[in-house]
């Protein structure tokens, strides 16, 4: 049975950092999604996200899709099965709403992996340094998804790994040991 990871946190928790990771590391796909949020500097259409207008974003086929932050954001069964195509596994970045709609329609073939930091300054020091302007930052984190995906939606409690992503060689460490665990099974 084929599976699929599911990383979810508030922005800045590292969710891009793990994917990036579970990527290199052991050869598991990306699921790329769609949004209508301008690409940041250095994001790539195609590799980042599929940059939409609010226009072409309405005609896509979509598994699941939400706002956050006053953006559209939405992924795609299809990008699901090419990312399972020929690779061990998918990886997918969500957002705890879209998490729980893949865990409805996709059951035990979803590991859910939630990234936390104890404390949310660390956060917004984060994304200073990954280069997001003022402006992005303070919509960010005065947004209600930003705040809501600080904590993991009771459903989801009972099947999520958690993980405190603040010393990066811990987080590797507990990221290689349940991947190897939900491989074999
Ligand atoms: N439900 C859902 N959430 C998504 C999708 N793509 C991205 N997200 C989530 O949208 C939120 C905002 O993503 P992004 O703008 O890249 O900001 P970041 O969290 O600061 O890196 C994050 O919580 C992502 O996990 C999608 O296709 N569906
Ligand atoms: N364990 C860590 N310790 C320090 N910085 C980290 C750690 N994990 C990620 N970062 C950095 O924090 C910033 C935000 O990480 P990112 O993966 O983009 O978060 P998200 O996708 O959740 O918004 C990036 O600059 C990244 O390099």
């Not at 946190?9 to 590391?25: C, E, H, I, M, R």
């Not at 796909?29 to 940041?40: G, L």
């Not at 061990?88 to 709609?101: F, H, K, N, R, Y």
């Not at 996709?106 to 930091?117: A, E, K, M, N, Y």
Request: proline share 3%.
């Amino acid at each position: 049975m084929k599976k699929v990871f599911v990383i979810v946190g508030a922005a800045g928790t590292g969710k891009t950092t793990v994917q990036a990771y579970l990527q290199a590391q052991y050869q598991i796909a990306k699921v790329i999604t769609h949004t209508t949020r301008p690409a940041r500097a250095g994001e790539v259409d195609g590799v980042d996200y599929y940059f939409e207008s609010p226009d072409s974003f309405q005609h896509l086929e979509l598994l699941e899709q939400v706002e956050y932050d006053h953006y559209q954001y939405g992924s795609s069964r299809e990008a699901l099965e090419r990312a399972w195509q020929g690779h061990p596994a998918a990886v997918i970045v969500l957002d705890s709403q879209g998490a729980l709609t893949y865990c409805q329609q996709l059951g035990s073939q979803v590991v859910v992996i939630f990234l936390t930091v104890a404390n949310p300054d660390i956060l917004v020091q984060r994304l200073r340094t990954r280069g997001d302007n003022s402006q992005a930052i303070r919509s960010r984190i005065n947004s209600q998804e930003f705040k809501r995906d600080l904590t993991l939606p009771d459903q989801l409690t009972d099947r999520s790994y958690v993980i405190n992503n603040e010393d990066w060689t811990i987080t590797r460490q507990q990221l290689d040991r349940l991947v190897l665990r939900e491989l074999v099974d």
